[in-house]
């Protein structure tokens, strides 16, 4: 039995860490090891002489691994980004997922793919997620705007709730302007004003 | 009709300005195209969006497909330089505390000498000196070699050059991680901005005449679109023209400014595109004729001897062999393409893609044809027919 392979996931976010964690827990006997402070990216690494790193592709971190690939001493092990050779794409779905992993120079793919796949799945449903919540949350930030942009109107000028809103509705089409930016505009020049 | 659509990735500094000003300013338009440009987060990460086929073409350092021709780095496959797209426009810069040291030693920051600002450096110097650069493979990381070297400063068995996004280079100063940095404009200006270091010398005060960006794409593209590689070569020279003209930098400065381009006060933009750099936290102010360039002495021309002197030097650092990294690299910068593709756009190109870099031209121009000079703050040339040190 080979020694289990020992695997660094460099991710900030504690939920995501735990999240790709647990897929590598199911998918097999690997040693993981999470980086959540990139400071010295290359360093850490070098100390814990992994054979997979991970990391997020919107990581700016990232360029400090490519430090790495130039091994500078014999006894440092060279590493490489994995690109695919295992002819399933699973680097190009990698850096669509927004991942990539660096190995070992030589290391089997055979070997990664399991990693890979696990980590690809979590970040793509953690990716809709984040997306999901965004949107969520921007849905409701701008209704929140829009009501109280819709009152000051409706005290300003004596009218109905109904009024209030087709006259920005009316204003926004006019302007050629999203209803909520007509509506924040309306709050900042008021607090301006005030 | 519909333009021809190309995904074109880029790193927000101020040197993207030719792919950003192409797209905002119709010159993509005006040849059929539409640029839909990416914003990415790390030269690796852009890397490997163009390698694997998320855009087409990228801002690109100009040692990164040059390093890859050598087999050096990670590499998805062969790129190739169609132009480049800036010469110039990096600083190096130093830590506010060893600013102060070197302020109490007498140095003037006078901003412009490469030779008493690297003495001065060296002087005032830790024991190991830690300088960040955003790329192992990068023209600032090279430029730092060749300077450093040539002063006598044994690099780099004596400075520790460490990897920081440029981004986060405010940030690694902050932590007390490094002592000195080299970065594209606007992330030098932003550590003054921030108080935590001051400026000491522009990268042309070391090479009068350095590739910094090119545009880089997967070779094999190239056959597959050699209309639209065309088409892309003479929108971006449009926009290298329209920003060298002093009446566009006012604008430049603000399209770059945008979400979701630099999204950064147009003001520290505007630093690097007039070359007018405030250089302390204190306000000290310093000109730099040519300190970014895009367009004028045929800046965005792809020598094939520029390759070649970044090949060479790769060579010394890595050990690997000379002749044969000068031969890789070559055929990377791809002046055919360049020629081909605005032969009637301008009739002055150069006759020969290969020149004596280092050898000062200016004598050569004329009131058509400006040529800027091209020197190494040491005086030597570097010539790839008899490359020598």
Known sequence: ?194 | MKRAQIPVGFIPLVDAAPLIVAQEMGFAAEEGLDLLLKRAPSWSSLRDMLAFGQVDAAHMLAPVPVAAAMGLGNTGGPLSVMSVLSVNGTVIGISAALADRMRHQGHDFAFADARAAGHALIEAAPDRLRIAVPFPFSMHAELLYYWLSALGFPAPQSIDIRTVPPSLMADALRAGDVDAFCVGEPWGSIVVEHGLGALLLPGAAIWSFAPEKVLAVRTPWLTQEAPLAHRLIRAVWRAGKWLASAESRLLAAELLAREPYLSLPPEIIDRALSGGLTVTPQGLQRDVPGFLRFHLGDASYPWTSQAQWIAHQLAIRTGLDRAAALRAAAPVFRDDLYRGALGDLCPQLPQHPQRVEGRDSSNLATRAHPAPDNRFFDGQIFDPQRPQR
């Open chain 1, 1 to 194: 039995m080979a020694e289990p392979l020992s695997v660094i996931l460099v991710e900030s976010d504690p939920d995501r860490a735990a999240q790709v964690s647990e897929s590598l827990r199911a998918a097999g006997d690997y040693r993981l090891h999470v980086i959540a402070d990139p400071t010295r990216l290359a360093r850490q690494i070098r100390s814990l002489n992994p054979d997979v790193v991970l990391i997020d592709l919107e990581n700016p971190s990232r360029d400090m691994m490519e430090e790495l690939t130039l091994a500078s001493g014999p006894l440092e092990r060279p590493v490489a980004m994995f690109v695919d050779q295992s002819g399933e794409g699973l680097s190009t779905a990698a850096i669509e997922a927004g991942v990539s992993a660096y190995v070992v120079d030589g290391m089997q793919p055979a070997r990664l793919k399991p990693i890979l796949d696990a980590t690809i799945a979590r970040f793509n449903m953690v990716h809709r997620m984040r997306t999901e919540l965004a949107e969520t949350k921007r849905a409701l930030e701008e209704r929140k705007v829009i009501d109280r942009a819709k009152g000051m109107i409706m005290k300003a000028r004596g009218i109905t709730e109904e009024e209030a809103y087709a006259l920005m509705r009316k204003t926004a089409m006019d302007k050629n302007k999203r209803m909520a930016d007509v509506a924040q505009a309306l709050v900042t020049a008021a607090e301006l004003l005030s």
